[in-house]
């Protein structure tokens, strides 16, 4: 029955005990954000609100109004205080420059040519060598009962792989037991990044932002900075080393569009954002598919007859570029993968124009809502068993019963991910020689522990691995 109301539109739902002043701060979490927004989306539905301290947080997780907000006439990104939060790492690199900045279209036009097929193809032999180096790694830690963190791991292949094929920088991930001072500096930066969200140092929001830890982040960017300024200022030094890569597109080309180059400062910029935005999130998807695969022997074993027809047990792989692109079967274990877990949780989007969403509730130009990516991607209308991981799901004769315009791992519209093919074919390949090489026995016991740093990861994932 309707309930008279004097208002012409219902109002999005929010959880129940709003506190004045502070709002919806019960149950808040600044460690696992994502989920605790799955639940609540679980609770209150395709669209709710939170607020907090002031801050107005919409949540949209219905397939039907994610596909609203993909719609880029009426809606585009905007950064939200998460990612302003990160502008003090990424500045107006291009994944923290707001839609206006001058530099992010000289950058997305300068930097494109690095992300075409023909590039792809030119990182191809990079990656290879980079996931060797993790096998022999591995090699030397296999049937002996030792249990392999794999998270870890997967970050030192991601990283190694962008700073290699991205800039000709190696962090010797693979040669040394020692974190590299610049990841425990990036990671450093990041949680600083994270905890400082909401600018005010609340015990209840995740701790003290004290004058020490302020102190440190200080250091840190700064530390950042130097390593990435030595990289360029060594490559212009030797400027007959000219390679295939992006660090030689931003050193060297004009935007066709404006005429513009890019300057010294935004160089480090999209450095920095490349090296965080081109590892974390591809290192969350290899983990979280090694945890699948881990735990699902029979899709482990489709995989490798797929894998074992382009190269038979027992042989060294040698996996051209065109070869790691036909394995077919292991993309959609990817992708279904990316379903359960888009590594980068989601994205906010805002009204171009005032606008009602769901035909009901009311957006005024400018204000935003953030597609719960996860959420999306388990909607009623994937089916029934939205929750279990079913690689088949992306069969393209299955197409039909997938919803429509709302899987977005890489995000929608003109800031989508610009690295989307990199990932997807680093990561297969990846996949691959892992699977070809190896048995994987996951841990007993071991529930998935989502860990929330900017991106998803599984945390405290280990497995034993037998050759093959
Ligand atoms: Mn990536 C933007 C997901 C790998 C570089 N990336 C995005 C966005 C999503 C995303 C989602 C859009 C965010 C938003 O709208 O606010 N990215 C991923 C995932 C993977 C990934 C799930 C791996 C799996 N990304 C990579 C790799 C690189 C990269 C690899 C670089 C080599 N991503 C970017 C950059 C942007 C971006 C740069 C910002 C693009 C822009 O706004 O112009």
């Given amino acids: 029955m309707a309930v008279p109301t004097t208002r012409r539109h219902p109002r999005v739902p929010h959880p129940p005990h709003r506190i004045p002043l502070l709002g919806d701060v019960i149950g808040v979490s600044i460690t696992k954000p994502t989920q605790n927004a799955m639940a609540y989306a679980r609770r209150l539905g395709p669209i709710y609100e939170r607020r907090v301290l002031g801050y107005r947080f919409t949540f949209v997780s219905g397939a039907e109004l994610a596909a609203e907000l993909n719609d880029e006439k009426r809606f585009r990104k905007q950064l939200g205080v998460a990612l302003e939060a990160l502008r003090p790492i990424g500045h107006d690199g291009l994944f923290t420059a707001h839609n206006d900045e001058p530099n992010w279209s000289t950058a997305h036009n300068v930097l494109l040519p690095g992300f075409t097929q023909s590039a792809m193809r030119g990182y191809h032999q990079t990656m290879l060598d980079t996931v060797r180096e993790l096998t022999r790694h591995w090699d030397r830690q296999c049937d002996d009962g030792t249990w392999v963190a794999v998270t870890p791991d997967m970050n030192k ?36 990044a994270q905890r400082s969200t909401f600018k005010i140092p609340v015990p209840l929001l995740g701790g003290a932002l004290t004058r020490r830890t302020a102190q440190q982040n200080r250091a840190d960017l700064a530390y950042l900075a130097e390593v990435v300024d030595e990289v360029i200022a060594s490559r212009r030094a030797n400027p007959h080393e000219r390679r295939d890569d992006l660090l030689e597109l931003m050193l060297t080309s004009t935007d066709p569009e404006s005429g513009r180059r890019l300057d010294e400062v935004n160089i480090r910029n999209q450095v920095i954002t490349f090296l965080i935005a081109g590892h974390e999130t591809s290192s969350g998807a290899l983990s979280f598919a090694l945890y699948y695969l881990a735990n699902h022997p029979e899709v482990a074993d489709r995989a490798r007859a797929e894998i074992y027809r382009a190269w038979p047990a027992g042989a060294e792989p040698d996996p051209t570029f065109e070869q790691v692109a036909k394995l077919r079967y292991l993309r959609h274990v990817l992708d279904e993968t990316l379903r359960l877990w888009p590594t980068a949780p989601g994205y906010m989007r805002e009204a171009r124009e005032d606008t009602l969403i769901g035909g009901r509730y009311p957006m005024k130009a400018g204000d935003a809502a953030f597609v719960l990516l996860p959420q999306v991607h388990r909607d009623p209308a994937w089916g029934p068993d939205a929750d279990a991981f079913d690689p088949d799901r992306f069969l393209p ?53 989502v860990e929330e740093l900017l991106t998803l990861k599984p945390s405290g994932f280990r497995v034993q691995l037998r050759r093959r």
Avoid: N, W
């Fill in 397 to 449: 004769e299955h197409a039909h019963s997938r919803p429509g315009h709302v899987y977005k791992p890489f995000g929608t519209g003109i800031r989508s991910c610009i690295g989307r093919q990199f990932a997807l074919h680093e990561t297969v390949l990846a996949l691959a020689l892992i699977l070809h090489r190896y048995d994987l026995e996951p841990e007993p016991g071991y529930r998935l522990d």
């Fill in 157 to 192: 292949v991601t990283l190694e792989t962008i700073g290699r094929a991205g800039f000709g920088y190696e962090f010797g991930s693979f040669s040394s037991e020692e974190q590299h001072p610049f990841v425990a500096a990036m990671l450093r930066a990041l949680s600083f």
